[in-house]
């Protein structure tokens, strides 16, 4: 898929893989919409962008997911429609479950999966309208191979898996195509703005988000799998790779090897 002139629009932009992810597209001679709750942050990513005459800022809050059809309809405004949407959003978690309140809990998953999807659903209309458009969602490798200090996050995302999955068949008719992206460690604040067990940031980096796959090179092998429109991709390191194919074939050893992985 030739990507020149598609209106692009991301969230989550303002850091990490997002913040990556629209400095590689702007190459491509797209229109992007930057979103996030901080505009100041959005406007420096712009300016780091190509093309800034082509990128426009939305400020967004996932966890407001009643305002999303107000939000969809300044979106299309904004170029007269939108082509793809990259649902990358989200906050991650480290904590044992015993140790993380129900209201942390509910935040994340208001976050990543309630805020996802009535942005997902508030856009459908435009999509089927249109008969086109492409649903891009940043989930996780712990969407489908759950590790400890994880529970709600990988809920959440296992969440997304099952949505998008039966999504995909649903519109399948009306030239709409869903790809799901799976990281595996990648070098962004991630751990760092992680929730604890009372709602606070960790402010520490994680030993295997620091070494893991530069987010400059995940937005280049995303971007990849965008043009082929992929159903599903699995990005990061040997072993996240591994324990998704190792899930399909032995979950007795996967889940003694999880008891034992190096979260941190």
């Known amino acids: ?23 590689e597209l702007s190459k491509y001679d797209t229109k992007l919409i930057l979103s996030s709750r901080d505009s100041e942050t959005l406007t420096k990513v712009k300016h780091q962008c190509t093309n800034t005459e082509n990128i426009k800022i ?42 993380t309140a129900l209201d942390v809990d509910k935040r994340i998953m208001d976050i990543n999966f309630m805020g996802t999807l009535a942005l997902t659903k508030a856009l459908l209309p435009h999509f089927i309208e249109r008969n ?88 280049k092998k995303m971007i990849r799998v965008i043009q082929k429109r992929k159903n599903e991709a699995v990005i990061g390191g040997f072993k996240e790779v591994g324990s998704v194919f190792l899930k399909r074939i032995s979950t007795r050893l996967l889940a003694k090897l999880v008891r034992n992985v190096n979260v941190t």
């Open 1 to 23: 898929m030739n990507l020149k002139n598609k209106v692009i629009w991301i969230t989550g932009a303002s850091s990490g893989i997002g913040k990556s992810l629209s400095i």
């Open 132 to 219: 086109s458009g492409h649903y891009v969602t940043v989930t996780s490798v712990v969407g489908k191979v759950a590790t400890p200090l994880r529970s709600t996050y990988s809920a959440s995302k296992h969440a997304l898996h099952g949505f998008f999955d039966s999504l995909r068949a649903e519109v399948h008719k009306h030239n709409i195509a869903v790809t799901l992206i799976l990281p595996g460690y990648v070098q962004t604040n991630v751990s760092m703005n992680a929730v604890t067990g009372d709602g606070s940031k960790q402010n520490s980096m994680d030993v295997a988000t620091a070494n893991g796959v530069p987010a400059d090179v995940f937005a």
């Open 58 to 99: 939305l400020t967004l809050d996932l966890q407001e997911y009643s305002t999303m059809e107000e939000k969809v309809s300044k979106a299309i405004s904004l170029f007269g429609h939108i082509d793809i949407l990259v649902n990358n959003g989200g906050i991650s978690q480290r904590a044992l479950a015993v140790d």
